[in-house]
């Protein structure tokens, strides 16, 4: 049985300076996955990504590849229009987000609303996080604080946590899904 192709993911976390125009870079890791989730892409030409801002983020941006946030808009579609939840989704992932095109050198111009969003400004650093299909960008203190609580909560619910041993469950769980196939 042959392997199935892997759909590229962010993954990985990286720090990198705002400069004195308000251009940040985009990791290189993080540009090859959009490049390969941007069905216009092609070498020479800039590749697209979508950050949403919404309301529903309080420390930190989401950065979306152009098939990511195609597969978050026909989501938002099927849903019942008139409906409260389809109202604020529309609004969270798609009037609170922009469009970007990264340049040739691969940055992007953070604007002042995103910037005062995450608690950064020219010349600060700002902290990129893979998360799968999309990607983080905060200040690095308020990301630091994250992962701190996390680890912390995870200790105090379990102190012999172990990764290893939920992917072992979730195998367990796919297998009996689909029979032990």
Not at 41 to 63: A, Q, R
Not at 83 to 96: D, I, P
Not at 150 to 174: K, M, N, S, V, Y
């Amino acid at each position: 049985m042959g392997r199935t192709l892997r759909i590229k993911r962010f993954k990985g976390e990286e720090e990198l300076k705002i400069d004195s125009k308000g251009r940040v870079s985009i990791p290189a890791n993080f540009r090859r996955v959009l490049e390969s989730q941007d069905p216009d892409w092609t070498e020479g030409k800039s590749v697209s990504m979508t950050i949403v801002y919404g309301s529903h983020l309080t420390d930190h941006i989401e950065c979306y590849s152009v098939e990511s946030m195609g597969e978050i808009q026909d989501l938002i579609d099927r849903m019942p229009s008139a409906g409260t939840r389809a109202k604020a989704m529309t609004r969270m992932f798609l009037t609170e987000s922009l469009d970007f095109s990264i340049d040739d050198t691969g940055r992007i111009v953070l604007p002042a609303k995103l910037r005062s969003k995450i608690g950064v400004a020219m010349g600060d650093a700002v902290m990129f996080a893979g998360f799968g299909k999309t990607f983080q960008i905060w200040n690095p203190a308020a990301y630091a604080r994250v992962v701190a609580d996390q680890e912390a909560a995870l200790a105090q619910e379990d102190d012999t946590f172990d990764p290893a041993a939920i992917f072992d469950e979730l195998r367990g769980h796919a297998a009996a899904a689909t029979g032990g196939a």
